[in-house]
């Protein structure tokens, strides 16, 4: 593949490209822990240096062909992660970094990430510096930029970007850290006892002190210019990536090129229309209701049948007095959109579960029916985790729907006595 990028692009662009392509294709790896069945979420054993630096050390030891810019964009991937971990919504929960046969270790999460995120940064920029690689130092931090940025766009905290570029400016060329370099000190010799030598040394003091204080203010002004250079090349690569996802949401401009979405509809979330009780839309606590119930983390004082009378559950949770309301979106954390009404009364639904003091929010997606006044769960999917998010596509195939929730490929029956599990083979 380097071969056919530098054949096409140009050695220089070309291993740019590489870089980022591997980045971008191994940036996920410290989440795999969710999908091993035996490690805990955030742990140390995937968020940390050792992937990368195993990668490395095998490569360099078994390998007749280096490719020491790819092992260079595993340990950006890692250090991109991690840096978008330093920064949650709070310190608890699957913020926390786990240590297998120990677990979480609390508030040591933060020195823990950091100590990687500079452990990634020293061997990224290492390998490039010691192989000589075209990227290496007139497009390096062109690449960084994109590839930070990016991974920021997907929902990250905007201090991910400063720490994984500073990170790497440190080990690189300093284009930041040269404004602030140490001015050596200039030690006094023996002050003679002398009024004049003395008055002497003093003058030299205070020449000394106007000297630092001069070329603090340089740096300064120096460190302010480069920043806003920065800043300016940044915010417009933002405003361009930013753009062409707006435009992707609104118009799919990329998705028509996937052949796994060709016979599938995209998802338009406009199945409200029919999803109504007493003319209006069917009330968010009932929803919550079912996905509570249904999540089987969590412990359960009723048995939930699948279905829900609504006459019984508005009477019983006071909703006929709310009737008259402005409906909200979300109940007890859980908010829900139709995705569409994929036969007559039958619904495809996707809920939102925001648990907020825990870090935590999942999607989950079902099949229901509205007859009357009876709710009926026709099939569901609860996924394990976080991911997959919202619903891209779906289509009706015999008595199934197939969808598609962040590229992910699941099905639900519309038999109810035929439900079954697909979303953990993704």
């Known amino acids: 593949m380097k071969n056919i990028l530098n054949n096409t692009f140009g050695k220089e662009i070309g291993s740019s490209v590489l870089f980022l392509l591997i980045a971008f294709v191994t940036v996920s790896i410290p989440d795999w822990d969710q999908y091993t069945g035996i490690l805990l979420?955030?742990?140390?054993?995937?968020?940390?240096?050792?992937?990368?630096?195993?990668?490395?050390?095998?490569s360099s030891k078994y390998s007749d062909n280096k490719y020491p810019i790819i092992i260079s964009a595993i340990y950006f991937a890692f250090l991109v992660h991690l840096s978008a971990d330093l920064f949650p919504k709070s310190w608890r929960g699957f913020a926390l970094i786990s240590i297998p046969f120990i677990g979480w270790i609390d508030m040591l999460s933060p020195l823990w990430i950091i100590a990687n995120i500079i452990g990634c940064s020293y061997f990224c920029v290492k390998k490039?510096?010691?192989?000589?690689?075209?990227?290496?130092?007139?497009?390096?931090?062109?690449?960084?930029?994109?590839?930070?940025v990016v991974y920021f766009l997907k929902g990250e905290s905007f201090w991910m970007i400063p720490v994984a570029f500073l990170a790497l400016d440190y080990f690189s060329?300093?284009?930041?850290?040269?404004?602030?370099?140490?001015?050596?000190?200039?030690?006094?010799t023996s002050v003679d006892s002398s009024l004049s030598k003395l008055s002497d040394k003093l003058d030299d003091v205070e020449d000394t002190i106007k000297h630092k204080a001069s070329s603090f203010l340089t740096s300064i002004k120096k460190f302010i210019r480069f920043i806003i250079k920065w800043i300016f090349i940044i915010g417009v690569i933002i405003l361009l990536i930013v753009g062409m996802i707006e435009a992707n949401k609104n118009y799919s401009l990329f998705s028509i090129f996937n052949p796994k979405y060709i016979g599938f509809h995209k998802a338009s979330?406009?199945?409200?229309?029919?999803?109504?009780?007493?003319?209006k839309s069917i009330h968010p606590?009932?929803?919550?209701?079912?996905?509570?119930?249904?999540?089987?983390?969590?412990?359960?004082?009723?048995?939930?049948?699948?279905?829900v009378n609504l006459d019984e559950f508005y009477k019983q949770n006071n909703l006929y007095e709310k009737l008259e309301e402005p409906l909200g979106d979300i109940h007890d954390g859980v908010s829900y959109r139709i995705i569409a009404e994929v036969m007559d009364n039958i619904f495809f639904i996707e809920t939102h579960w925001d648990?907020?003091?825990?870090?935590?929010?999942?999607?989950?997606?079902?099949?229901?029916?509205?007859?009357?006044?009876?709710?009926?769960?026709?099939?569901?999917?609860?996924?394990?985790?976080?991911?997959?998010?919202?619903?891209?596509?779906?289509?009706?195939?015999?008595?199934?729907?197939?969808?598609?929730?962040?590229?992910?490929?699941?099905?639900?029956?519309?038999?109810?006595?035929?439900?079954?599990?697909?979303?953990?083979?993704?």
Not at 132 to 143: D, G, H, K, R
Not at 173 to 188: A, E, G, H, S, T
Request: net charge positive.
């Open 41 to 58: 979420h955030r742990s140390a054993v995937t968020h940390s240096i050792l992937i990368p630096f195993l990668i490395d050390r095998l």
């Open 128 to 148: 490039l510096k010691e192989n000589n690689e075209l990227i290496y130092p007139n497009y390096f931090y062109i690449v960084i930029s994109l590839g930070i």
């Open 173 to 188: 060329d300093k284009k930041v850290f040269r404004y602030f370099k140490k001015i050596p000190k200039q030690p006094l």
């Open 269 to 279: 979330y406009q199945g409200y229309k029919n999803f109504k009780y007493k003319d």
């Open 285 to 307: 606590a009932v929803l919550s209701y079912i996905d509570l119930n249904l999540e089987p983390r969590l412990v359960h004082e009723d048995e939930f049948t699948g279905s």
């Open 355 to 426: 648990w907020g003091k825990a870090n935590f929010d999942k999607y989950s997606y079902f099949l229901m029916e509205l007859k009357e006044e009876k709710l009926t769960v026709l099939d569901k999917e609860i996924p394990y985790s976080v991911w997959p998010t919202y619903v891209t596509h779906y289509k009706i195939e015999k008595n199934k729907l197939l969808a598609f929730a962040s590229g992910c490929k699941f099905e639900l029956n519309l038999n109810k006595n035929e439900q079954v599990e697909t979303i953990s083979s993704c």
